[in-house]
């Protein structure tokens, strides 16, 4: 939760992300959360910012610059786990982003979290096993 409000934040301010993990480790109850994780995430997303928009826009359905910007930051980390966290299966991937879809995202945001991930899942991970 923490990485999607930081990954909001970066995409609405600008700001780097050393001032938004100074921002949040200060203002936050972080003690739940896996640092080394956030962290990771809050840096690589930005540093591969273009490429992981280019995985998902195809799959939008409208321009990049309409999609929420809550629902930007879900697309872009989920894309960032199903690229460069492999040890992470899909499917949590995606349950997860359902999941923060519909406590930070409006009401049926999750529905089209779910339908641009199973696309990009199935084109970044096609020999990952697909339930039945």
């Known amino acids: 939760m923490a990485a999607v409000q930081a990954l909001y934040q970066w995409d609405l301010t600008e700001q780097s992300p050393d001032d938004i993990e100074s921002n949040f480790i200060c203002e936050h109850d972080l003690a739940d959360t896996d640092l080394e994780y956030f962290r990771r995430v ?7 910012r273009h490429e992981l928009d280019d995985t998902f826009a195809p799959h939008l ?3 990049l610059g309409g999609v929420d ?8 980390m989920a894309a960032y786990e199903l ?7 899909f499917r949590v991937v995606i349950d997860e982003a359902i999941e923060l879809a519909k406590t930070f995202g409006a009401e049926h945001s999750y529905r089209f979290i779910n339908g641009v991930l199973d ?11 697909r339930p039945d």
């Open 42 to 48: 809050i840096r690589q997303v930005p540093r591969h």
């Open 61 to 63: 359905g409208r321009e």
């Open 69 to 76: 910007p809550v629902e930007r930051a879900i697309l872009r």
């Open 83 to 89: 690229r460069f966290e492999p040890e992470i299966p």
């Open 119 to 129: 696309k990009v899942a199935a084109e970044l991970r096609p020999t990952e096993p």
